[in-house]
């Protein structure tokens, strides 16, 4: 299977541990098949837990070794997934957000110019964020095998509702087989017209659909005027905002859509998440005896202690606490428009940093890089640095000197100087910067010097 993974929202709705850098499906939750019930203060210990991104592609390779995943992505999320399945998945960079048929069309450019698949083959495009089984993924293949049959131009998969939500459009099926022509679309409903949706045998949409990339790169030439890969790329933030729903899906006139009954939970608000977790308590938490339907996801090293509580969520980050009836917690997102902050935790292609501490004129971080990993060679020009290893060992490399380092070292970079450090081990540092106007803009990349 050729499949193309949306991964590029910033998933709002579950602040405090997703931001637009660090999105929820990078968040490591899950705990992985197989894993130990350790106790729950081990909770970044990749042995035992996997983010929604590892689940969906370990489960994708599951199903079937050779497909060929490629991820559709913001530029701010490539450093987490190279961090999180390796440097093996193509990926396609959107330079901005512009919706979800521009994502695809780019995708599907992607495909045919720099991984070569033939405009004959079959593409499927699958969101990364749902929680699912198996069984979803051998649908994917069998709708992976009815598109290739080109008995429509566009074949969807329509999940069984198993409730009357508000959150999903729904697909109109003309007759209730497996396999259907497409009636009509709908708008999301409220809840007394989902009723009489399903009664008339609607299905969920949720964005999974297959089609010929021949298809798609014929629609994507046709509503958006460019050449090849590289120039729609390079032109990609001239384009039109617009969904694929709207673009493709609700105009096509030969349309199939199979039907889906197995797990399938989408994962985009506190209480949808809560539902997959394996346990109430993620990180260190307690609750007492009178808590009832309490679920705690907590990413800081202190304790969390409820007490009393009732259908509720609570979840800590180095971005914030939330505290929130579980049916409020839907409604999060105009709040967390409101917050501005800096980004405290992001995952990058060599390891990862947490900001510990933010002053007008210093800023202090955690920074930790994986074993056999190193930083881009680069200079500020408005601040100085200092590193303190703290843990590990590798090399620094000041201005084209290379140096030992280990645990107990001190490093110092003045304004200017080009540095960069290699991980010979995993290795820790506390990184302190110093600047009358610190920000990540303040960076100069050079060629490696060694």
């Known amino acids: 299977m050729n499949i193309i993974l949306l991964s590029g929202g910033s998933g709002q709705r579950l602040w405090p541990i997703s931001n637009e850098v660090q999105s929820k499906q990078f968040m490591k939750i899950f705990r992985k098949a197989g894993a130990e019930n350790k106790d729950n203060a081990a909770v970044d210990k990749d042995d035992a837990y996997e983010s929604m991104l590892q689940r969906v592609y370990r489960q994708i390779k599951t199903i079937d ?17 190279h961090n999180q399945l390796g440097f093996d998945v193509g990926i396609s960079v959107e ?36 929680y699912v089984e198996d069984d979803y993924f051998e649908a994917l293949k069998e709708l992976d095998v009815i598109a290739s049959r080109r008995e429509a131009n566009l074949t969807l998969m329509g999940m069984e509702p198993t409730y009357p939500s508000e959150k999903y459009g729904y697909i109109m099926p003309e007759t209730k087989d497996r396999v259907s022509a497409v009636k009509e679309f709908k708008e999301k409903p409220d809840e007394a017209t989902a009723r009489r949706y399903i009664e008339a045998g609607a299905l969920w949409n949720g964005g999974i659909f297959a089609f010929e990339l021949k298809y798609l790169l014929e629609k994507a030439h046709a509503l958006i005027d460019f050449e090849d890969y590289q120039d729609l790329f390079h032109k990609y933030d001239t384009v039109t905002k617009i969904s694929f729903d709207y673009a493709v899906a609700e105009k096509e006139e030969k349309i199939n859509v199979l039907r ?42 202190v304790p969390v202690l409820c007490m009393g509580l009732k259908d509720v969520v609570v979840s800590a980050s180095p971005e914030g606490v939330l505290v929130s009836d579980k049916g409020q917690s839907s409604y999060i997102k105009p709040f967390v428009d409101e917050i501005d902050q800096q980004i405290m935790f992001a995952e990058k292609s060599w390891g990862s940093f947490r900001v510990l501490d933010v002053a007008e004129d210093a800023l202090t971080i955690k920074v930790t890089l994986n074993a056999g990993n190193r930083m881009n060679y680069h200079s500020h020009e408005l601040r100085d640095e200092v590193w303190t290893v703290v843990d590990g060992e590798g090399r620094t490399v000041v201005d084209g000197m290379v140096q030992h ?27 302190v910067q110093l600047g009358k106007d610190i920000s990540v803009r303040d960076k100069v990349k050079y060629e490696w010097p060694m």
Not at 75 to 81: D, F, M, N, P, Y
């Open 65 to 81: 070794a050779d497909a060929k995943v490629t991820i559709a992505t913001a530029r701010t999320q490539v450093s987490a997934i």
């Open 260 to 301: 889906f009954a197995g797990t399938w939970k989408d994962i985009g608000t506190w209480n949808t998440l809560v539902e997959t977790m394996d346990e109430p308590v993620f990180g260190k938490a307690m609750l007492n005896e009178t808590c009832e339907g309490v679920n705690v996801v907590n990413l800081l090293d």
């Open 405 to 431: 380092v280990k645990a107990g070292d001190v490093v110092t970079m003045e304004a200017g100087c080009k540095h960069a450090v290699i991980a010979d081990t995993k290795l820790t540092m506390i990184e």
């Open 95 to 130: 330079p901005c957000r512009r919706d979800t048929f521009p994502a695809i069309a780019l995708a599907c450019a992607y495909l045919h110019d720099v991984q070569g698949v033939r405009e004959d083959e079959t593409v499927v495009v699958v969101p990364v964020d749902p």
